[in-house]
């Protein structure tokens, strides 16, 4: 990436390093060698102290505090929602973007919410915070944007297959943990989640809305509405978790006004920038949550048409829930903003 | 049960009695009290001697053989397709009835296809053979049908989340070997599964047909339609494996013609036969597949209207796929039979 216009390049605050997205986070700006001038951890007063590994130089942690972020550009942020809430006023009047990747901004119709692959334009709109959407609404957009774009989706039906990782480092850590007490004839710990999740699925665990449909659920809707502009599209989920690492998977069902080929939705999600179509029907390999694990796209199959419906679609999906799901994307947002130069620092380099 | 016009009880045979129905079967026929005068185990020559517990008896495992089903009147077979293809015309020229736990027959328009619960009065027009239903197909007709005779479902869209058990016992015990493996970081076995379903999930490996849904997701759509006996019902499914053990969850969404009220669903299905509606709402508790293990009940919840349709349902649930999706199903079919007196010696009983 050019950075012609800030030769010394960004300087960047991750706020809560040492979780699951948050160390990703930091591998994603070394690997894809995002312009960094200066690299600040921040976390809970717990983590201080402990360093972190980037480009071969051990950082020290920081408590998250006021004064941290003074001096910085950008603030890539993954530490929950209430800790967004709590520093997003303090991070933006001290000059930085906040690029936030819980769900406190996501329906703020003053922050642009964000896939680049989709909608980079609203990136241009920000008041000094872009929220990075839900990881079950990153996977599927990248998915059916394209279709959308050749025909706009009438109705959207999704059941998904979600990774511990959603719920973060600790629970990837106790599904395994599960996995090994009931191999073992022993009762499974359930600290992070509230049922054992090895050997097991269950409905997602965020709180239900009176619709019935859970928060994690009605995210998928709102924001994928958000993201396309399209406020009155159709869509029901079912969010169901399943013992995998790290990896969510999706059934989707699309319904169009027109039949949709499928022979053109392959050929266009084959073109498609963050989508693999992958596909072997003579093998009868399709994508699955361990081989996207780590990879950058999002990878889909089973494309074929609706026998139930003239104009529907069926497809598959698998994506890394901690890379496209979240830290990926928020990286994406973040190169985003140097190209576009819409970050507050290289807006005072363009106006100099 | 009352068996008043046979007194000496029947006689059974179990073909395939050592696989993950086959036990299961043995278990529940004694534990149903039905009435077996004469309990025959046949398996392959591999098992032949081997001696499985019925009623504190030991009984040993004899080779199957044409000889075998001589003096038979029931024999409950699972233990493949070809299997029973093999020994069909056999067992009814023996003058037995074939309660049939594979795909073989289901299809054939002379074979009832029965859910005891759904279309019991399908029995009386066996020709010898009855066809016991694909376990996913069956757990969901018992928690549809019920609504689809208040008013007909127009469309349906399934997603399944199937456990290991459905490829046998050895898919079973190879899941736990998988997991064990992948947690001291070994690679996992795939002898009984084409890839690693431990921490993983799959699109059910069932041959594809032209139209890009596999088998297992095309016994969903026809064989519902026959036990409906609506063949013109629309039904999409996608058939996905899960690391579970023995028991299938499904996400599945009804389309009916008139807006069908959320409250009126779940008094209809809290009152349907072996249905138990599970939902606590406010403790997020619903349907998990560990919790129907080993249980008769088809659990569902998470009833709600669909927001994408006026005219949509969504709900949830799971069941036992060796239990009620195969080896209680076939005795259940076995007991409609000695009620109503559909076996031939009872037919003969009966004409004395």
């Known amino acids: 990436m050019e950075v012609n216009h800030l030769s010394e390049g960004i300087r960047v605050a991750i706020l809560g390093a040492t979780g699951a997205v948050g160390t990703e986070l930091i591998q994603l700006l070394e690997e894809r060698a995002f312009p960094v001038s200066q690299l600040k951890l921040l976390a809970s007063p717990r983590s201080a102290g402990k360093t972190i590994s980037f480009r071969g130089e051990a950082l020290t942690i920081e408590a998250v505090s006021a004064e941290a972020f003074q001096d910085v550009d950008l603030v890539l942020a993954s530490a929950g ?24 901004f996501r329906m703020d119709e003053t922050v642009p919410l964000i896939v ?26 990248l998915a059916i944007f394209p279709l959308h774009q050749i ?19 600790q629970a990837m850590a106790e599904v ?7 191999l073992n004839e022993e009762t499974p710990p359930t600290d992070a989640f509230p049922y054992p999740l090895a050997f097991n699925v269950f409905p997602h665990n965020s709180p239900l809305t009176e619709q019935g449909y859970c928060q994690e659920e009605m995210k998928m809707v ?49 073109q498609a920038p963050g989508v693999e179509v992958r596909e072997d029907w003579e093998n009868n390999y399709f994508p699955m949550p361990n081989e996207a694990t ?13 026998i139930s ?7 598959w999906l698998s994506g890394d829930q901690i890379r496209k799901g979240a830290a990926l994307n928020a990286v994406q947002i973040a190169e985003l903003l140097v190209k576009d130069q819409l970050l507050p620092t290289t807006e005072k380099a363009v106006s100099v």
């Open 81 to 104: 929602g209430s800790t967004s809430k709590a520093w997003a006023q303090t991070i933006v009047d001290a000059g930085a973007v906040l690029v936030d990747n819980s769900s406190a």
């Open 116 to 141: 680049p692959e989709i909608n980079p334009q609203a990136a241009a709109q920000h008041q000094g915070i872009i929220a990075n959407p839900n990881c079950t609404t990153i996977l599927m957009g």
């Open 151 to 169: 025909q706009p989706i009438q109705r959207l039906i999704v059941a998904t297959y979600q990774s511990a990782s959603g719920a973060g480092a």
């Open 176 to 182: 395994k943990a599960q996995a090994r007490a009931i």
């Open 222 to 270: 709102k924001e994928t509405r958000k993201i396309f502009d399209a406020p009155e599209l159709r869509i029901s989920a079912t969010c169901i978790r399943v013992p995998v690492l790290r990896a969510h998977s999706e059934a989707i069902n699309l319904e169009f006004a027109e039949p949709f080929p499928v022979g053109k939705a392959k050929e266009v999600l084959s």
């Open 294 to 306: 780590g990879k950058d796209e999002v990878f889909v199959g089973r494309i074929r048409q609706d």
């Open 309 to 315: 419906h003239p104009c529907g679609l069926e497809l």
